[in-house]
């Protein structure tokens, strides 16, 4: 079972994850980084303005957990997830 990342799937219409285990590691981990790695900015409008934080934030994400970074409602619940994480 070593080096198997757990898979994330986000509902399309849903910016939270239906399965409790998933939803459990999916917080955890993004917590993890954007304690550790996420840039402390003002306010929400530039992390907005720099997609590249948004996409920095889901390849360190998809470094820990299998996720699908092209799809749409995996990206928005990431966004909501950053968004709340730095408030």
């Excluded at 590691?25 to 929400?44: C, D, M, N, Q, Y």
């Excluded at 907005?48 to 990206?75: Q, S, V, W």
């Amino acid at each position: 079972m070593g080096g198997r990342r757990l898979p994330i799937t986000v509902v399309e219409g849903k910016r939270r994850l239906d399965e409790p285990v998933q939803a459990a590691k999916f917080a955890s981990e993004s917590g993890v980084i954007i304690r550790a790695e996420v840039p402390i900015l003002t306010h929400w409008k530039e992390y907005k303005e720099d997609k590249d934080l948004l996409d920095n934030f889901m390849d360190k994400l998809g470094g820990r957990l299998a996720i699908d970074k092209d799809d749409a409602p995996t990206k928005n619940a990431c966004s909501d997830l950053l968004k709340r994480g730095i408030n």
